[in-house]
């Protein structure tokens, strides 16, 4: 079965302080690794796709690197309005099934 | 250009009750996704349907049952309502290029409370 893992589950930052978020993976042959961002009570928000080892991509603050098993999202200087919870989602090797989620990691930043 | 919409955003029902929500996906988008959200918990994958088929249906009861017209808008269904029902219902679409792999685009979500 296909597992993602994210890590820590929590985590406070003062703004500026820089950190990344861990999300680990086992599916064999990745299509594809996804980072949403949620705010409380809404759906999540599409911020990246990385699709092969060594791939990053940037926005703003954050930029979304990939290996072979994990892929991290670090946060540069975050700023209070980054606080939310960070989502990793894999796709299945092959078939008819969607995205597995990991349970996400809470990020704070303290002005 | 509108983004998944869902409707309505707040339900107040009881056990027992049945109750339809419902999501229009992102114009050009065949694939409706449903997930549940309960307090704390993860994503939980409820129904995926492309081009009015069931694709995928997640490990939950057959109370959850939805379906999805011709126009690609799609509805959940919860009958026999149950205190742990009550979560954010979450409703997301896509094109349907990679199977399973396309990128997912979430509405803001319905809540629904059991009393």
């Known amino acids: 079965e296909d597992q993602v893992t994210q890590s820590p589950e929590a985590l406070r930052l003062q703004e500026g302080e820089s950190s990344s978020l861990n999300c680990s993976y086992t599916v064999s042959g990745l299509r594809g690794l996804f980072w949403y961002r949620q705010d409380p009570g809404k759906g999540p928000e599409f911020l990246f796709t990385?699709?092969?080892a060594g791939e990053e991509k940037e926005k703003e603050r954050l930029k979304a690197t990939l290996t072979k098993k994990e892929s991290f999202l670090h946060i540069t200087a975050p700023k209070p309005e980054d606080s939310a919870t960070y989502l990793c989602?894999?796709?299945?090797?092959?078939?008819?099934?969607?995205?597995?989620f990991g349970k996400g990691t809470m990020l704070l930043v303290s002005p | 250009e509108a983004g998944v919409t869902q409707s309505p955003t707040h339900l107040i029902k009881t056990r027992g009750q049945q109750v339809t929500l419902r999501c229009s996906p992102i114009s050009g988008h065949t694939s409706v996704y449903w997930y549940q959200q309960a307090l704390g918990l993860g994503l939980q994958f409820l129904l995926w349907?492309?081009?009015?088929?069931?694709?995928n249906r997640g490990n939950f009861p057959p109370r959850f049952s939805g379906r999805q017209f011709p126009n690609y808008s799609s509805e959940l269904n919860v009958n026999a309502l149950e205190l742990e029902d009550s979560a954010l219902y979450l409703c997301?679409?896509?094109?349907?290029?990679?199977?399973?792999?396309?990128?997912?685009?979430f509405g803001a979500g319905t809540r629904l409370s059991v009393l």
């Open positions: 349907y492309d081009e009015g088929e069931e694709r």
């Open positions: 997301a679409s896509s094109l349907t290029v990679r199977q399973g792999a396309d990128i997912q685009y």
């Open positions: 989602a894999v796709p299945p090797n092959s078939g008819y099934s969607t995205l597995t």
């Open positions: 990385l699709y092969s």
